[in-house]
Every structure is written in structure tokens, then in C-alpha cells.
């Protein structure tokens, strides 16, 4: 159709799972094109991701599109999610009769992009996004912090790459977790939201949905408490 919802959640720390099922029944019956996940889903311990794999739907009735999070580096994490998700670094598009949408997939588990990340990243805008009508980038950690932390903080050189980047080509919307605190504000043309984590035991437990049309990308926080 014409307009579409994209759900996306983060910070799940499986462990419980009584939001993440919560997350999945409600995008099932809103008719979800996808659901995005941006890391932290596990703690990193095998029989967490164990958990999280018992309780994804099925794929054939819902498009999912994980991304890894620091805490799920955790233990020798990467090595079973490597196993059950593939890479963390891609590409996604949604084709409506109008328009096509490109969505982005970043790996900032660790903290950075690294240089073979970076030219991917910049190959992938300069060549492709003047063929799609939105551009949208999913990734772990938030680029802006709300907060005194020392957990996985974004080397300001490459932030400033990376704003640049998003500037010269039209990034509309960046989404991210890891910061527990929902968020948004813009640089320049670039909306950025931060998102509340999924955990059952967060006080303010939500995910995002994004609402996607000829106009514009709208977006909604719906709490889970």
C-alpha cells in the first residue's frame, strides 16, 4: 500500500520476555511490514540467545531485522549471534506502488563503526540513496548522550563524519537504544530518536512505531507498562 508501519524495539536483555512476546503480538495484529530489533537483545550468554530464538515468530509471517548490541558481544556473544542472525551490517528497502524506502542497518556494538564499516556506509549513501524516496538508519548506540557514561561512547571524530554523511545525504531519521531514555531532537535535517529500552524490569518499557507515507515519516512511543 501506499503507507506502511515498520516497528522497532531495543534493549530487550532477554532474560524475561514478557515485552518481547508483547512486541510481536502487537506487530503481528498491526500488520507490521517489519520489525527492526537494535541490539542488546541478549546478555550475551548462549542460553539467553537460546531464549530470544525460541521466542521470534516466525519469519514467514513477520520480516525481522536484528542488529547486535554491546551486551550481546558479551561472554563470546558475537560467535552465537553470528550463528543465528548473520551479519549486523546491511541494507533493507520497502517498495510501495508510489516509492521506495531505504533502511540502513549499522553495527555499533562495540562502540564505533570501524574504517571497513565507514566506507561501506559512505559507498552505500553516495551510490544508492538518490534512488529512494526516505533514507532511514537503525543502530545500538545512540550518537548523542543525554547522560554522564563511560558505556560504548562514539569517538567524536567519527560522529562528526557521520553527521556530515547524514547531512549531504538526506538521512531522514536515525533510531537508536542503549541509552534507556527516550529521546528525539534534529541536526539539521536528520531526526534522531532514541528509544526506551524493552526490558520487563524498565520502569518505562515501549517501542517505537513508525508510520511511513508520501508525506512523511511519522512516529509513535507505545508503552508496554
Not at 547486535?68 to 563470546?76: P, Q
Not at 551479519?87 to 549499522?106: G, Q
Not at 543502530?139 to 560504548?152: A, D, K, V
Not at 536528520?190 to 511519522?218: F, G, P, R, W
Amino acid at each position: 500500500t501506499d503507507s506502511y508501519n515498520i516497528n522497532v524495539m531495543g534493549d530487550s536483555h532477554v532474560g524475561g520476555t514478557k515485552n518481547l512476546d508483547q512486541f510481536f503480538i502487537n506487530s503481528q495484529a498491526e500488520n507490521a511490514s517489519a520489525v527492526v530489533m537494535v541490539g542488546d537483545l541478549t546478555t550475551g550468554h548462549k542460553e539467553d540467545f537460546d531464549l530470544l530464538n525460541q521466542h521470534l515468530p516466525d519469519k514467514n509471517l513477520l520480516n525481522q531485522f536484528p542488529i547486535v548490541g554491546n551486551h550481546d558481544l558479551y561472554f563470546d556473544g558475537w560467535k552465537t549471534y553470528y550463528e543465528m542472525f548473520g551479519s549486523s551490517t546491511y541494507t533493507f528497502t520497502v517498495s510501495t506502488p508510489s516509492a521506495s524506502d531505504l533502511f540502513i542497518c549499522l553495527d555499533t556494538g562495540g562502540g564505533t563503526l570501524g574504517k571497513q564499516q565507514l566506507s561501506w556506509l559512505k559507498e552505500v549513501l553516495q551510490n544508492q540513496r538518490g534512488n529512494f524516496r526516505y533514507c532511514t538508519i537503525f543502530t545500538h548506540t545512540n550518537l548523542f548522550r543525554l547522560r554522564p557514561t563511560t558505556s560504548t561512547n562514539p569517538m567524536q571524530e567519527e560522529l562528526e563524519v557521520l553527521l556530515d554523511l547524514f547531512l549531504k545525504n538526506e538521512v531522514n531519521m536515525v533510531v537508536t537504544g542503549h541509552d534507556h531514555s527516550r529521546n528525539t531532537d534534529n541536526f539539521a535535517n536528520t531526526e534522531h530518536v532514541i528509544m526506551d529500552a524493552l526490558q520487563d524490569i524498565s520502569k518505562n518499557a515501549s517501542y517505537l512505531k513508525l508510520i511511513i507515507d508520501d508525506t512523511k515519516i511519522d512516529y509513535t512511543f507505545i508503552d508496554l507498562n
